[in-house]
């Protein structure tokens, strides 16, 4: 088969691969999308679920908030429980900005429809993903059955993928946090239990209160690293969730059928740079957050707007200042997020064989950020989106 020709390859059909396809045909670039999964799969795989003010506002710019705008959950904060008693964060009075609870699958959804609206190229189901000559202005990616001849390479295909491999060893510079818990994740058919986030401290360990809409519960429960979770039952989780939710003011968890469940380990990764020739890497191919600050997809998103912006300008213009600058400025908000990741998980969760020092380390950290106008402030403007 005759290689297929055209300004950007992007591997990963997730929202960083999609959102990137959708911004440079906005600027009259075109793009071939590859995804290893099928389109059902990508659309069903159940993550993130809160997206920043400035996320939602790029959504909307760029005619891709329709749905999200219906459905989505407006948030205008959120609660630290601990000591058995809430304390509230009120994000909108502290920054004037809100959070849109909305699933990121719902987010794909809305990215593949309007790829396909306006005949975007997706591929789905490529099997044999390889990058060739990026150090080349004429890069490669050959696949099994194809082959596209691109200008540039786009590495949107998450942690697990292809395209951070095809950076040099003597190039590419590591940076990885292991955190000694992971998160149990659940999805329930039960009206959520209280209109806003709770983030939960309790002595037997992290809980989450979350969900997807008002018929739709999503809970977490830290566990250790090596939990399967074919060892917890639906009781067994609801029973945790019961005893870490607790509260004096007689607070119910509402609890219904299991939709899904799964666990997730808890890194803090960065790989530096992001850019090496005319490969890009984006998303979590660069990175990655614990989820407890709900920065990842968030994160994905800010870099291609960076990604956009470069190669729009390299590629409409002939001007290579804003590729020459990507890695450096995207690398900047990653960092910060990173920060604040780690700021979040370690406020919130007890270690394992933690020393008490530590755990009273912690609980000082909440009560503070639950007094403090300054501390609350500051915990906010993080998690509801520094500007792009
Ligand atoms: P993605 O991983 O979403 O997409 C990469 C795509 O590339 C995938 O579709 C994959 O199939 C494809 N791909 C991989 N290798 C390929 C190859 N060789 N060829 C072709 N395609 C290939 N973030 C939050 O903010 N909150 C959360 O609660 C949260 N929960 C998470 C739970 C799990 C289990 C995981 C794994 C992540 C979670 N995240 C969460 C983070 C997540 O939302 C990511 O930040 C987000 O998906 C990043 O988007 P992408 O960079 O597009 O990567
Ligand atoms: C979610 O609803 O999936 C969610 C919400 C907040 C987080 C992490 C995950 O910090």
Same mark, same amino acid.
């Given at each position: 088969?005759?290689?297929?020709?055209?300004?950007?390859?992007?591997?990963?059909?997730?929202?960083?691969?999609?959102?990137?396809?959708?911004?440079?045909?906005?600027?009259?670039?075109?793009?071939?999308?590859?995804?290893?999964r099928?389109?059902?799969?990508?659309?069903?795989?159940?993550?993130?679920?809160?997206?920043?003010?400035?996320?939602?506002?790029?959504?909307?710019?760029?005619?891709?908030?329709?749905?999200?705008?219906?459905?989505?959950?407006?948030?205008h904060?959120?609660?630290?429980?601990?000591?058995?008693?809430?304390?509230?964060?009120?994000?909108?009075?502290?920054?004037?900005?809100?959070?849109?609870? #909305?699933?990121?699958? +719902?987010?794909?959804? /809305?990215? *593949? %429809?309007?790829?396909?609206?306006? &005949? !975007?190229?997706? @591929?789905?189901?490529?099997?044999?993903?390889?990058?060739?000559?990026?150090d080349?202005?004429?890069?490669?990616?050959? #696949?099994?059955?194809? +082959?596209?001849?691109? /200008?540039? *390479? %786009?590495?949107?295909?998450?942690? &697990? !993928?292809?395209? @951070?491999?095809?950076?040099?060893d003597?190039?590419?510079?590591?940076?990885?946090?292991?955190?000694p818990?992971?998160?149990?994740?659940?999805?329930?058919?039960?009206?959520?239990?209280?209109?806003?986030?709770?983030?939960?401290?309790?002595?037997?360990?992290?809980?989450?209160?979350?969900?997807?809409?008002?018929?739709?519960?999503?809970?977490?429960?830290?566990?250790?690293?090596?939990?399967?979770?074919?060892?917890?039952?639906?009781?067994?989780?609801?029973?945790?969730?019961?005893?870490?939710?607790?509260?004096?003011?007689?607070?119910?968890?509402?609890?219904?059928?299991?939709?899904?469940?799964?666990?997730?380990?808890?890194?803090g990764?960065?790989?530096?740079?992001?850019?090496?020739?005319?490969?890009?890497?984006?998303?979590?191919?660069?990175?990655?957050?614990?989820?407890?600050?709900?920065?990842?997809m968030?994160?994905?998103?800010?870099?291609?707007?960076?990604?956009?912006?470069?190669?729009?300008?390299?590629?409409?213009?002939?001007?290579?200042?804003?590729?020459?600058?990507?890695?450096?400025?995207?690398?900047?908000?990653?960092?910060?997020?990173?920060?604040?990741?780690?700021?979040?998980?370690?406020?919130?969760?007890?270690?394992?064989?933690?020393?008490?020092?530590?755990?009273?380390?912690?609980?000082?950290?909440?009560?503070?950020?639950?007094?403090?106008?300054?501390?609350?402030?500051?915990?906010?403007?993080n998690?509801?989106?520094?500007?792009?």
């Amino acid at each position: 088969m005759s290689p297929v020709r055209t300004q950007v390859g992007i591997i990963g059909a997730g929202p960083a691969g999609l959102l990137l396809s959708h911004l440079l045909h906005l600027e009259g670039v075109d793009s071939v999308v590859l995804e290893a999964r099928s389109r059902d799969y990508v659309e069903r795989r159940v993550r993130a679920g809160v997206v920043e003010q400035p996320s939602a506002d790029l959504l909307r710019d760029v005619g891709l908030a329709g749905r999200m705008d219906e459905e989505g959950l407006p948030h205008h904060g959120f609660s630290l429980r601990f000591d058995r008693e809430d304390h509230r964060i009120p994000l909108t009075e502290l920054t004037g900005s809100t959070i849109t609870v #909305y699933g990121q699958q +719902e987010i794909v959804k /809305d990215l *593949i %429809a309007a790829r396909l609206a306006a &005949h !975007g190229d997706l @591929r789905f189901e490529v099997s044999g993903v390889a990058v060739h000559d990026v150090d080349t202005d004429r890069p490669r990616i050959t #696949y099994d059955g194809g +082959e596209l001849e691109c /200008d540039v *390479i %786009a590495g949107c295909d998450g942690f &697990h !993928g292809i395209a @951070r491999g095809a950076v040099p060893d003597s190039v590419l510079k590591t940076f990885e946090h292991e955190y000694p818990f992971a998160w149990l994740g659940l999805l329930a058919q039960a009206q959520p239990s209280h209109e806003e986030l709770i983030y939960a401290s309790h002595e037997r360990g992290f809980a989450l209160h979350s969900m997807r809409s008002p018929e739709v519960t999503r809970l977490y429960l830290q566990v250790d690293p090596d939990e399967r979770i074919e060892d917890w039952s639906d009781e067994r989780i609801w029973d945790e969730l019961h005893l870490r939710l607790e509260t004096d003011n007689g607070f119910t968890l509402r609890e219904g059928p299991v939709i899904e469940k799964s666990i997730t380990s808890m890194r803090g990764f960065v790989a530096e740079p992001m850019r090496h020739g005319r490969l890009f890497l984006a998303g979590d191919a660069a990175h990655i957050v614990p989820p407890t600050g709900a920065k990842g997809m968030n994160l994905a998103i800010a870099d291609v707007l960076v990604l956009s912006r470069a190669l729009t300008s390299l590629l409409r213009k002939g001007d290579s200042d804003l590729v020459e600058s990507y890695s450096d400025t995207c690398l900047r908000r990653v960092w910060r997020a990173q920060g604040f990741s780690n700021h979040m998980t370690t406020m919130l969760h007890r270690a394992p064989g933690s020393e008490d020092y530590q755990h009273r380390l912690r609980m000082s950290q909440l009560r503070y950020t639950a007094t403090s106008s300054a501390a609350a402030t500051s915990l906010a403007e993080n998690y509801v989106g520094l500007p792009f």
